[in-house]
């Protein structure tokens, strides 16, 4: 499961859920001022979210996707005032979509267009 490091829990609810359009599955504490361990999904991706100093930032994760022309009109369309990425055609038949997080880490969205 890849964890990802995030510095803030509103930033990461601000750009995770609001912004890419992800659900909170669950969260844990070890008491209210510790950091926060979360568990996070979209459709069939799942991701851990972790406020705890153990884990790394600059993580980039691979996602398979379909639909990446409707995901990305979603993210428009819900999200005017952000710049969005464009999606683009690889040399290797994808198409892709890079994403960064506040946090450093990268989400590359690709799109098989040779099947």
């Given at each position: 499961?890849?964890?990802?490091?995030?510095?803030?829990y509103n930033e990461a609810v601000e750009f995770y859920?609001?912004?890419?359009?992800?659900?909170?599955?669950?969260?844990?504490?070890?008491?209210?001022?510790e950091p926060v361990y979360m568990q996070i999904s979209r459709n069939e991706l799942?991701?851990?979210?972790s406020e705890n100093k153990r884990f790394q930032t600059g993580v980039i994760i691979f996602i398979d996707t379909k639909g990446i022309e409707e995901f990305h009109n979603?993210?428009?369309e819900r999200n005017t005032a952000k710049?969005?990425?464009?999606?683009s055609e690889t040399d290797w038949q994808t198409?892709?979509?890079?994403?960064?997080?506040?946090?450093?880490?990268l989400l590359r969205f690709n799109?098989?267009?040779?099947?």
């Open positions: 499961m890849p964890t990802f490091r995030i510095f803030n859920i609001n912004f890419l359009g992800f659900t909170i599955d669950w969260e844990h504490r070890f008491a209210p001022s799942t991701l851990h979210l979603e993210l428009v710049s969005i990425p464009e999606v198409l892709q979509m890079e994403i960064e997080d506040p946090f450093g880490n799109e098989t267009i040779w099947e």
